[in-house]
């Protein structure tokens, strides 16, 4: 991302002072169906829809209250949770949640892994729970690049 002075800071860095992160193992899985209506559900409650969800590719944004600023802008809306995700995975029209963080502010305001994760599922009446788990392969029992002998 390009700051205001000119310099680029990664979009995502270490976690800050009171913010955490986890990553869902195995991830949580949305099949076809569950997915197309979280997206519709999601995009229906947009901050610029006066929601409190901003959703891009990737990544899933919880705030506090919907965006105030001048000309559609964050304003005075904190940042609670986010959401990573990947679309299409494990198979196409499906979305894999692997990763959710909590801000500090979110943190302050009682918010953890499994309520901003719980917020974007409740739309389609779903807790992170209750997901589908994307089914872990076993390593192979031997390292095919290794030869014996």
């Known amino acids: 991302m390009l700051g205001m002075d000119g310099t ?3 979009m995502s860095g270490p976690p800050t002072s009171g ?4 990553v869902i193992r195995p991830a949580a899985v949305l099949r076809e169906q569950e997915a197309a209506r979280i997206q519709a559900a999601l995009e229906a409650h947009d901050v610029s829809r006066g929601g409190v969800w901003n959703v ?4 899933w944004q919880r ?12 304003g005075a809306s904190r940042l609670m949770g986010t959401v990573g995700v990947i679309y299409g995975s494990p198979s196409r029209h499906e979305i ?10 979110g943190t302050s305001q ?14 389609i009446g ?10 872990l392969k ?12």
């Open 8 to 10: 680029i800071t990664p």
């Open 19 to 22: 913010e955490s992160t986890r």
């Open 56 to 59: 891009g590719p990737g990544l």
């Open 63 to 74: 705030y506090d209250k919907p965006w105030d600023g001048v000309a559609g802008m964050v």
């Open 96 to 105: 894999t949640i692997y990763r959710v963080t909590v801000t500090a502010e």
């Open 110 to 123: 009682g918010w953890t892994v499994e309520t901003v994760c719980d917020d974007a599922l409740g739309f």
């Open 126 to 135: 779903m807790t992170l729970d209750e997901c589908p788990r994307a089914e």
């Open 138 to 149: 076993a390593p192979p029992t031997r390292d095919p690049f290794h030869r014996s002998g």
